[in-house]
């Protein structure tokens, strides 16, 4: 098959290096670089990102930690980071169909965590359940406005909370 614009060749990489170190036995804390380079990226000049995050653990007692992560990261090209304002529009982008996703454009974004972990003891079969509540800041650094989509797929501010949680079941 004929393929014009090289898509069946470029590359896309995912680089990322963890480094922990156990403080003691209540504190550890974790520093995570990452890297990634599409060849194609928008318009076909390729695209790169890059980050540091750092984690620092607390563990209050045996079943609960307390989290804190900070992290920067540079979407130089503006190809990696996307909102999705519409239910749908992430499933509908990879799918190539019509959404109202968008990007801001080359970013550099940063964000705050502080979370907590509360890991019970459970009965047989369940072999871990951990309840994890966090809240979120994110800021963008360079100017842009990526967050707050209005109807025309335009950002209108820089910062944005987010508030979640997960649980995770483990057999």
Do not use: C
């Amino acid at each position: 098959m004929v393929d014009p614009l090289g898509y069946k060749s470029d590359l896309r990489f995912y680089n990322d290096a963890d480094f922990t170190y156990k403080i003691n036995d209540d504190w550890t804390w974790t520093t995570e670089l990452d890297y990634i380079h599409d060849d194609f990226g928008l318009a076909g000049g390729g695209a790169s990102g890059y980050g540091a995050t750092e984690y620092l653990g607390y563990a209050v007692t045996k079943t609960l930690t307390l989290n804190l992560r900070g992290e920067v990261f540079r979407d130089a090209q503006g190809a990696f980071v996307f909102n999705y304002p519409g239910n749908l529009d992430a499933v509908n982008a990879v799918k190539g169909l019509p959404n109202t996703s968008f990007n801001a454009g080359p970013t550099t974004y940063s964000e705050f965590t502080l979370g907590l972990t509360y890991k019970p003891d459970v009965p047989k079969p369940l072999a871990l359940l951990s309840i994890r509540p966090e809240v979120r800041y994110d800021r963008a650094l360079s100017g842009n406005t990526p967050y707050d989509a209005t109807a025309g797929n335009i950002g209108r501010t820089k910062d944005q909370f987010t508030f979640g949680a997960d649980v995770i079941l483990g057999f």
